[in-house]
């Protein structure tokens, strides 16, 4: 018995597929295909083909065209991709969310380029993946990270980054089998992982893995001086995940739910806005971009109106570093 349940990123371990699919249990792989059994109904179809088409071609309109000026002073930068875990748009102030949660982000969306209007796909961390690396669509009943025979399809941003020369490499606090996120992320090429085995127990929450102030260090420290340029290195916090168990004071108290959502996030904040300075001083710096952005929406802190409505998926991305060009995004 354990918190997250045996599933194939079990056993994955190679950057070689052929190897990853030996070593599955083809028993427990055959008696598993059988338990899941995709629905092939589509639960959003409500009108027949041609009434839909119909529908649909009355109401589409033109692709917008794109401006081909770049906001990057540098064609091929470092990237660092900082994945924020449940960073909802209604707790950035920079945002118009609640002021005082993440105020080294809204200090720091004033240094570099943010995106007002952006939405995750979902509220859960196994269809987020996807969308940022894969710019898949969320599947109303289903994850298709946790079809490995699936993702083996999908567009992978890391492969097109490895196809570009670039070093790549995933760095998670938790455990990656959650969800079957260590098998999408083997198929999408990145061969240098961290995660939770590599933190002591004792820096670990009561659940999912190191605190987010542990981790990042070991994020930094790994970025210290020189390095292999250009890099592509992605990192998913996870304190800001439910139960929200932080070290030292919670800002907000942690007399409901909410208010140790909001305590979490103020941490993270912090944890992220040290990390943000410390990469300032690196020699890397002047040479990256720094992304940073949500993997989900959340329920929290609860909104007026319909539950699922957009205040529920609306998240930022920011973009950071000396590469961004203000004049070009405008």
Not at 18 to 47: C, E, M, Q, R
Not at 188 to 216: E, L, P, Q, R, Y
Not at 293 to 302: E, F, L, N, T, Y
Request: glycine share 6%.
């Amino acid at each position: 018995m354990q918190t997250i349940p045996v599933n194939q990123s079990n056993v994955y371990f190679s950057d070689k597929m052929f190897a990853n699919h030996a070593a599955i249990n083809f028993i427990w792989n055959f008696f598993n295909v059988l338990s899941h059994k995709s629905d092939t109904g589509n639960p959003y179809k409500f009108f027949d083909d041609v009434v839909a088409k119909k529908i649909i071609s009355k109401r589409r309109k033109p692709l917008l065209t794109a401006t081909k000026d770049s906001i990057l002073n540098n064609p091929k930068p470092n990237v660092i991709l900082i994945i924020w875990e449940s960073l909802t748009a209604k707790v950035v102030g920079s945002l118009g969310g609640e002021p005082h949660v993440t105020e080294n982000l809204n200090r720091l969306s004033k240094e570099g380029i943010l995106f007002t209007n952006f939405y995750a796909n979902g509220d859960r961390t196994d269809k987020g993946i996807p969308a940022i690396l894969s710019g898949y669509y969320p599947q109303p009943t289903k994850s298709i990270m946790k079809m490995p025979n699936k993702t083996r399809s999908l567009p992978m941003l890391p492969q097109k980054m490895i196809d570009l020369g670039y070093e790549t490499s995933f760095y998670h606090g938790g455990d990656l089998n959650f969800g079957n996120m260590n098998t999408y992320l083997r198929n999408s090429g990145i061969t240098h992982f961290v995660d939770g085995d590599d933190f002591d127990k004792k820096d670990w929450n009561s659940k999912w893995g190191a605190h987010d102030h542990i981790f990042m260090k070991r994020f930094a420290d790994d970025l210290k001086g020189a390095q292999k340029e250009p890099f592509f290195k992605i990192a998913l916090t996870l304190t800001s995940h439910e139960p929200y168990e932080i070290i030292g004071d919670y800002k907000f108290g942690k007399d409901t739910d909410e208010n140790k959502f909001r305590s979490a996030h103020a941490y993270t904040d912090q944890v992220i806005g040290d990390f943000i300075e410390n990469a300032k001083q690196q020699p890397w710096y002047k040479n990256t971009l720094i992304i940073i952005i949500a993997d989900h929406g959340h329920r929290s802190p609860k909104h007026e109106g319909v539950f699922n409505s957009p205040k529920k998926f609306k998240i930022p991305m920011l973009w950071l570093g000396v590469l961004c060009n203000k004049k070009a995004s405008k």
